[in-house]
């Protein structure tokens, strides 16, 4: 039997900790499985990294509960058949969508740093970076040589 303490207990919630690193997320959803097979249980989280499982349960059968997790002893998780677990984020999707969401990420950061920077540069610094890029350097300069004419001639009031 290993021990465990209630670390928060209302009418029909409980959190209990058994320690840190205890057990494996692996580990973890066979636990989890197991105390979902409990008639009294209605959902279980289990967080493997602090060791903790937060449950709902019947109210009614708070002694039962109490006796169960008393008699249940976590080492039989070392030699559990995990074959037929799956942690959710080694899925396939799960991990695709985290690539996915890591490409998005990185692009708007990137994009962000890059116009934060590129913008502090003057034109010079600008166009020698732009030019291995651009075929209209001519082209820009004029455009920018415009733009600056026309901010400096219209009138403040418009700006």
């Known amino acids: 039997m290993s021990s465990f303490t209630i670390v928060h207990d209302i ?8 320690g840190k690193n205890k057990f494996s997320s692996v ?4 636990l989890k ?10 959902s279980v989280e289990v967080i493997n990294v602090t060791g903790s ?13 109490l006796n169960k997790l008393k008699n249940l002893d976590i080492q039989y998780l ?14 396939p999707e799960a991990i695709a969508m985290n690539r996915e969401y890591m490409n998005r990420f990185f692009k708007i950061i990137g ?6 920077c590129f913008y502090q540069w ?23 040589n415009v733009k600056s004419m026309f901010l400096y001639w219209m009138p403040q009031a418009l700006v």
């Open 27 to 30: 580990q973890g959803e066979v």
């Open 122 to 144: 003057d034109l010079a610094m600008r166009l020698r970076f732009i030019s291995p890029f651009s075929l209209f350097e001519k082209d820009l300069i004029h455009f920018y």
């Open 33 to 42: 499985k197991d105390l979902y097979a409990w008639p009294m249980i209605e």
């Open 78 to 91: 070392q030699n559990a058949d995990t074959s037929s677990i799956v942690v959710h984020s080694q899925t």
């Open 111 to 116: 994009k962000r740093y890059f116009i934060k």
């Open 11 to 18: 009418p029909g919630r409980m959190r209990i900790r058994y």
């Open 53 to 65: 499982v937060l449950m709902s349960y019947d109210k009614a059968q708070k002694g039962l509960l």
